[in-house]
């Protein structure tokens, strides 16, 4: 049966990658309408708005998204880059993914980081006699997705209604004598209902696919408040879940841990921030950004995406040789979710053996730097990577 797929490309190589995707999804022998949803900077620069409202109205309706990259810019910058007509009547931009998970509550985001057998981006490491060995990486991050440092709620110049509530804290003495327009701040909020449903589903993925222990990766130690909820509801939640080991590690000390033992972990947890941050260490592991994908899921709505960004000084090279192996293994993320999993597995299976084949390589697969020349080289296309995994399904 036929279904909408809300398409939303974005900036940059998204415009490139989501295409090669769904080329993919059709020759898997998927059916579906792909409705082109707009999205990024370039309704920003002539809106004022990167998420316009008649994309939020489609996925409202169709509850499916299969999203490429966005372009985003710290504030000046952006607010430089708007139309003139909209400078200065108080526009300020806002991350369209951001705003589309705080939206529709997708608070959770799933980013599973394995390795490839083949691919020369693996991890290895050395052996206590000298030679080398290349562990096996399969651990999948859950991330919670719209709370912590992302929850968007931060000033610069805050109002004095803030700064006095603020103040009723012993620990703002430090800032008493700074100006208020020399004072940014951030705030880091955590509740204990979106702790508890990402921890929950963190658990319940590590029974269903097998996986052995649950990591809470947080900094109780030094952000007492909201990381030790994390761990305080993570350590009764566990109680439910006595077959599968329960851990606990700080932020730092996990970065380290990454590249001695990563094949130890399976389903790791954490707030918004450090969830980014673990992932993106892990997918380094395992090939890096182009290999990356993620979802992000709420009580009606999914959106899926890769990782990376939108890669703006690869977006014009024709032709192109950005890897849509992150993109493509995206959307198998959405065949799960829709409940098409022997596809997706399928789809899985044709970008290993073409990994572990190797006879078609990005150009990060083979180590070289970004650019036209990549090709000349020995890299292949973006399409010819494409091209060659439609082939081995």
């Not at 939206?103 to 083949?118: V, W």
């Not at 990591?215 to 408040?225: A, F, I, S």
């Amino acid at each position: 049966m036929s279904r909408a797929i809300v398409s939303l490309p974005g900036d940059g190589i998204g415009k490139t990658v989501l295409p090669e995707a769904i080329k993919v999804l059709d020759s898997a022998g998927f059916e579906a309408d792909y409705i082109h949803g707009d999205i990024g900077w370039e309704f920003w620069c002539k809106e004022g708005n990167a998420l316009p409202q008649g994309t939020i109205d489609l996925l409202e309706e169709h509850k499916i998204g299969l999203f490429g990259a966005i372009t985003s810019k710290p504030k000046d910058a952006a607010a430089k880059e708007l139309d003139p007509s909209l400078q200065d009547n108080g526009f300020v931009y806002f991350s369209p993914i951001v705003g589309l998970r705080q939206h529709f509550n997708l608070d959770k985001c799933i980013r599973p980081c394995r390795s490839f057998k083949g691919n020369p981006l693996n991890f290895i490491r050395r052996t206590a006699d000298g030679g080398f060995e290349e562990p096996l990486v399969n651990a999948v991050i859950f991330r919670q997705n719209t709370e912590g440092l992302y929850s968007g709620v931060e000033w610069t110049n805050p109002p004095k209604l803030v700064r006095d509530a603020l103040e009723t804290h012993p620990k703002m003495k430090k800032f008493k004598d700074v100006p208020s327009e020399d004072l940014a701040i951030s705030t880091r909020i955590v509740s204990r209902e979106g702790c508890r449903r990402i921890i929950t589903a963190a658990f319940e993925y590590a029974k269903k696919f097998g996986y052995s222990n649950v990591t809470v990766c947080e900094k109780p130690n030094v952000l007492r408040e909201t990381s030790g909820m994390m761990f305080k509801e993570a350590k009764e939640i566990a109680k439910n879940y006595p077959e599968i080991q329960f851990w606990d590690t700080n932020i730092d000390a996990q970065m380290m841990w990454l590249t001695k033992n990563p094949e130890i972990y399976g389903v790791l947890v954490s707030e918004n921030m450090f969830g980014d941050i673990i992932s993106d260490g892990f997918a380094g592991l395992v090939g890096g950004l182009g290999f990356a994908c993620s979802a992000n899921i709420g009580e009606e709505v999914g959106v899926f995406e890769p990782t990376h960004g939108s890669a703006p000084k690869y977006a014009e090279l024709n032709p192109s040789i950005v890897n849509p192996i992150a993109m493509i293994l995206s959307a198998c993320m959405m065949l799960d979710h829709i409940g098409e999993t022997e596809r997706a597995a399928m789809i899985r299976n044709a970008i290993s053996k073409v990994i572990e084949e190797g006879k078609v390589k990005s150009y990060d697969m083979m180590k070289l730097r970004g650019g036209a020349d990549a090709i000349n080289k020995g890299a292949a296309t973006t399409q010819q990577i494409t091209d060659e995994v439609i082939k081995n399904l």
